[in-house]
């Protein structure tokens, strides 16, 4: 079966100092798995997404996240957080091969962004 | 509007009324997905639809939770005989086959129940 835990449930940073949001996953298969974003009364977006070809990945607004089979991590990070950062934030896995595409989140990050 | 669709955007019901929740999905999306949000929780999966085939509902919590897409556009979440711990937000999500393996789902912004 496949999982994520989410390590903190909220990450308190202040604008301009790096982002790290931490993820595990669990999984039987090779995993594809993907950061998504949710703003306040917003729907939930794609933020980046690893499947299998580099380790490293790059996501919108200068987020990325790196893929590490020996840690089963999958650690979202930023360098510099902005004000408009400020959100939910999802660890999400997929099983592709044996689940159609059905995505299984996390329970979520609250990212706050102090000025 | 460009994107996927719900209403009601709030819905309060005593305990023991039907709700009906509706979603229409962005244009030309033929793969459609329920998912509920409790508070503080992570989206679950309830239901997939690729066009009007209903493919798996594998996550509905009760034979009182009902989804239907009869002309695979529009979907309606129907909850039967609401119970208080029906109370989330449910998020319906649309994408096409090729994007939905590559894990990019378009959301709505839901549809937040309270049951009292």
């Known amino acids: 079966a496949q999982s994520v835990t989410q390590l903190d449930s909220h990450v308190s940073v202040s604008e301009g100092t790096p982002v790290l949001l931490r993820c595990n996953y669990s999984?039987?298969?090779?995993?594809?798995l993907f950061w998504y974003v949710q703003h306040p009364n917003k729907g939930l977006q794609l933020l980046l997404k690893?499947?299998?070809?580099?380790?490293l990945v790059k996501g919108i607004n200068g987020f990325e996240a790196e893929f590490k089979k020996s840690e089963t991590s999958f650690h979202l990070t930023k360098p510099s957080a902005h004000m408009s950062d400020a959100a939910e934030y999802f660890c999400?896995?997929?099983?592709?091969?044996?689940?159609?595409?059905?995505?299984?989140f996390g329970q979520g990050t609250e990212l706050s962004v102090k000025p | 509007g460009a994107g996927v669709s719900q209403s009601p955007r709030y819905k309060v019901a005593k305990r023991g009324q039907d709700v009906a929740l509706r979603c229409d999905p962005i244009?030309?999306?033929?793969?459609l997905f329920w998912y509920q949000q409790a508070l503080g929780q992570g989206p679950e999966f309830l239901t997939y639809f690729q066009n009007e085939a209903q493919l798996d509902k594998s996550g509905l919590p009760s034979d009182r939770f009902f989804a239907e897409r009869p002309e695979g556009s529009v979907s309606t979440l129907k909850i039967q005989r609401t119970q208080q711990e029906d109370s989330a937000v449910y998020l319906c999500?649309?994408?096409?086959?090729?994007?939905?393996?590559?894990?990019?789902?378009?959301f709505g912004e839901g549809s937040r129940l309270t049951v009292l």
């Open positions: 690893y499947t299998s070809a580099a380790t």
């Open positions: 244009s030309g999306h033929v793969s």
């Open positions: 999984s039987s298969y090779s995993p594809s």
């Open positions: 999400v896995v997929s099983d592709l091969l044996n689940q159609g595409g059905k995505l299984i």
């Open positions: 999500a649309s994408s096409l086959p090729r994007l939905v393996m590559a894990g990019e789902l378009f």
